[in-house]
């Protein structure tokens, strides 16, 4: 049998009538790319990932891979590259008796796998945003809810089952493949092979998650900035601070008060805890903000990872194009805010936002690709609707985002970069390099497409 005979799932070919959407159909990101692959397998199940695989080599292709389309810069889709569709592979498989749950690279980490594991009183650090697929996510590290209490959600992967670029299909843990094992947690697209099945280590689900939500003008940036770098390094691992900037009108007001119009900040911290009343005072840790009494609202009150992925399905739509960029950064809150404000007061569209996400204290990280991390996290998100503006958009997100880098920047979280447009550090040198000896060893041939960007030989470096 061929290896075209042995594929079970639907092959899209170039020229084919389907072409167009199965190259694009599932990008979340609007702004497409220009770029064509020779070939679309949207496998069977996780046996036609070796087929497909076995195709690519028979034809000579390079091989792709989406799992859930939300990679910004569209990394799976490659010119004249095989790209396997992995949207089929969403099974979720939970064993009572270890706490692992064993998901498909496509199941959706808050809409399918939490309510999933929510009904067996277990949780799992899935991302913010309720349709990012599992598979990019946790390859990349994944910074999911709870994350300065749980870490990166790639440190709860427990093994991996992978397809590798000869069309092998194995399984990967700390006693076998250990090399693609430590290169599943934090390679993100330069993983050498294809996951065809995450095993998860899940968690009690928390008794309660609770949140703190302040409105305030820009005006009051510098100083709530202030405070929040003094207040962080003492915060407990439980409080996730996030604060954005955006334009959103539905923002906590007091009574009588208008929205200002344009631009307000918002700071938003959850917490899950073990009941209502220590999440309560958890957050009080929040509670001596210099600028109390200037914010133009208030809220606070349970919450649940349900009704906080409808607020970040509001600020993140479907539909619309995309410029980001992201920078981990030690800069004191003095360099950092008049940085932030240039981006924050140039914010011109009703969805695009800005956040600074509080990340301090470090704490040392498990033996795994994933390396690079910072005291506070900011990414920038321009969303609009119109392609004559991608120019204009991308331009400001990665100058913008360049002066933050140069100024008391680490690096970059892959999950919110493109590399075609400004590249940084996303792993420590030496993990880097024991990476680049994976990768030469386990995919000599340089099949799997890997990185996508404008200067190979400038990938992870830190100017
Ligand atoms: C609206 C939105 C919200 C987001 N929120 C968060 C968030 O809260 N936290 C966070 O950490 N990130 C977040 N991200 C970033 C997101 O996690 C990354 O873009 C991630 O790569 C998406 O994974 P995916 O499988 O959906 O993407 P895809 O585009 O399908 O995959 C991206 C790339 O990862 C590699 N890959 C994916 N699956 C596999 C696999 N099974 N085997 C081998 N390689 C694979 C491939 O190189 C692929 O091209 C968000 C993105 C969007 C669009």
Redesign the pocket.
């Known amino acids: 049998m061929s290896a075209a005979e042995a594929v079970r799932g639907r092959l899209v070919r170039r020229g084919d009538a389907d072409y167009e959407e199965a190259r694009i159909g599932r ?3 609007a702004r497409k790319p220009d770029r064509y692959p020779a070939a679309i397998l949207e496998v069977a199940d996780a046996d036609d990932v070796v087929a497909g695989v076995r195709l690519a080599i028979e034809h000579g292709w390079d091989v ?9 810069a ?3 889709v490659r010119d004249d590259a095989l790209l396997l569709d ?1 949207g089929s592979l969403r099974s979720i498989e939970y064993d009572d008796a270890t706490g692992i749950v064993a998901a498909g ?2 199941t959706m980490g808050a809409l399918e796998l939490a309510p999933f594991l929510a009904e067996r009183g277990r949780a799992f650090p899935g ?3 309720a ?7 946790l ?6 809810w709870n994350g300065r209490a749980q870490g990166w ?1 790639c440190e709860s992967v427990v093994a991996v089952d992978v397809v590798t670029a000869d069309g092998e299909h194995v399984r990967a843990d700390a006693g076998q493949n250990a090399d693609l094992y430590w290169a599943a947690r934090g390679a ?2 330069g ?1 050498p ?4 099945r995450f095993h998860l280590q899940t968690y009690a689900l928390p008794e309660a998650m609770w949140h703190d939500t302040w409105t305030f003008r820009l005006d009051d940036a510098e100083a709530v900035i202030g405070w929040l770098h003094r207040v962080l390094p003492t915060l407990d691992r439980r409080v996730e601070p996030v604060m954005a900037a955006t334009r959103l009108p539905d923002v906590p007001l007091y009574d009588g008060v208008e929205h200002p119009g344009g631009t307000v900040l918002l700071l938003h911290a959850t917490c899950m805890a073990g009941s209502e009343e220590e999440a309560r005072n958890l957050l009080a840790g929040l509670g001596d903000c210099p600028v109390a009494g200037r914010e133009l609202g208030r809220a606070t009150g349970p919450t649940t990872v349900a009704d906080e992925s409808i607020a ?1 399905t509001a600020q ?1 739509p479907e539909g619309y194009r ?1 410029a980001v960029d992201c920078a981990w950064t030690d800069a004191p809150a003095e360099v950092l805010a008049p940085l932030l404000l240039d981006i924050w007061r140039e914010l011109d569209t009703e969805h695009s936002f800005s956040i600074w996400y509080g990340w301090a204290p470090a704490r040392a990280l498990p033996d795994m690709a994933f390396s690079i991390e910072g005291n506070v996290y900011v990414a920038t998100y321009l969303i609009y609707p119109d392609a004559a503006d991608d120019g204009m958009y991308r331009e400001r997100v990665h100058s913008r985002t360049a002066a933050i880098a140069r100024a008391g920047g680490v690096g970059v ?4 970069t493109d590399f075609t447009a400004r590249q940084d550090r996303f792993l420590s040198p030496e993990h880097y390099a024991r990476l680049e000896e994976i990768r030469a060893r386990r995919d000599p041939a340089g099949r799997i ?1 890997g990185y996508l960007t404008a200067d190979r030989e400038g990938l992870n470096i830190h100017a």
Do not use: E, M
């Open positions: 990008v979340f990101n792709s891979v989406r799992s859930g389309g939300h990679s910004w569209a990394w799976s992995l690279p496509a991302g913010h945003c349709t990012v697929g599992i598979g990019g996510y390859l990349q590290g994944g910074q999911g959600a993100g697209p993983f092979g294809i996951v065809t970040q993140n995309y979280y892959l999950g919110d497409s």
